[in-house]
C-alpha cells in the first residue's frame, strides 16, 4: 500500500504536468506570435539567464537517466542538489556580470553537461530498492 505522502507528491506532479500543459495550450492558440515557453526559454537562456538548459538538463538526467555506478555516488545526498545549486548560482552571477554571445551550440553543450550531471553525479538509481 502506498504512504498518504507518496500520494499527495503524485498528485501534486499531475497538477502541475496539467497546469503547464493547459497554459501551453492556451499560449498557443492565442493571438500573440512566439510567447510558448519553448520559445521564451530560449530567448531568456540566449540573455542572461543561460543557466536554464544546465539546469533542465540536470533534472532530465536526474529523472530519466541515472547510472547505478556506485564509482559516481556521493556520501551523502543531499551534496549533489548543493553543488547543482552553487553551479546554477555561479551561472547567474556569470549572466549578469559577463555580456558574450549564446549560440545554439553553447547552449546545446550546457544542456548536454547538466545531462551528465544529473545522469552520474544525482542519479535516483543510487537509492536501494527491495
Same mark, same amino acid.
Given at each position: 500500500?502506498?504512504? *498518504?505522502?507518496? *500520494?499527495?507528491?503524485?498528485?501534486?506532479?499531475?497538477?502541475?504536468?496539467?497546469?503547464?500543459?493547459?497554459?501551453?495550450?492556451?499560449?498557443?492558440? @492565442? /493571438?500573440? /506570435? @512566439? /510567447? *510558448? #515557453? %519553448?520559445?521564451?526559454?530560449?530567448?531568456?537562456?540566449?540573455?542572461? #539567464?543561460?543557466?536554464?538548459?544546465?539546469?533542465? !538538463?540536470? $533534472?532530465?538526467?536526474?529523472?530519466?537517466?541515472? +547510472? #547505478? %555506478?556506485?564509482?559516481?555516488?556521493?556520501? @551523502?545526498?543531499?551534496?549533489?542538489?548543493?553543488?547543482?545549486?552553487?553551479?546554477? $548560482?555561479?551561472?547567474?552571477?556569470?549572466?549578469?556580470?559577463? #555580456?558574450?554571445?549564446? *549560440?545554439?551550440?553553447?547552449? +546545446?553543450?550546457?544542456?548536454?553537461? !547538466?545531462?551528465?550531471?544529473?545522469?552520474?553525479?544525482?542519479?535516483? @538509481?543510487?537509492?536501494?530498492?527491495?
Amino acid at each position: 500500500m502506498e504512504s *498518504t505522502g507518496y *500520494t499527495i507528491v503524485v498528485s501534486i506532479m499531475i497538477g502541475l504536468a496539467l497546469t503547464y500543459f493547459i497554459i501551453e495550450i492556451m499560449l498557443i492558440l @492565442n /493571438d500573440v /506570435d @512566439n /510567447d *510558448t #515557453s %519553448n520559445v521564451l526559454l530560449l530567448e531568456w537562456a540566449k540573455g542572461q #539567464s543561460f543557466f536554464i538548459p544546465f539546469a533542465l !538538463g540536470a $533534472i532530465a538526467g536526474h529523472l530519466f537517466l541515472g +547510472t #547505478s %555506478n556506485a564509482a559516481f555516488k556521493m556520501a @551523502n545526498g543531499l551534496f549533489p542538489v548543493l553543488i547543482l545549486f552553487g553551479l546554477t $548560482i555561479i551561472m547567474v552571477i556569470i549572466g549578469f556580470k559577463v #555580456s558574450f554571445e549564446k *549560440t545554439k551550440s553553447f547552449l +546545446t553543450a550546457i544542456l548536454i553537461a !547538466g545531462l551528465l550531471y544529473g545522469h552520474f553525479f544525482w542519479s535516483m @538509481n543510487y537509492i536501494i530498492r527491495p
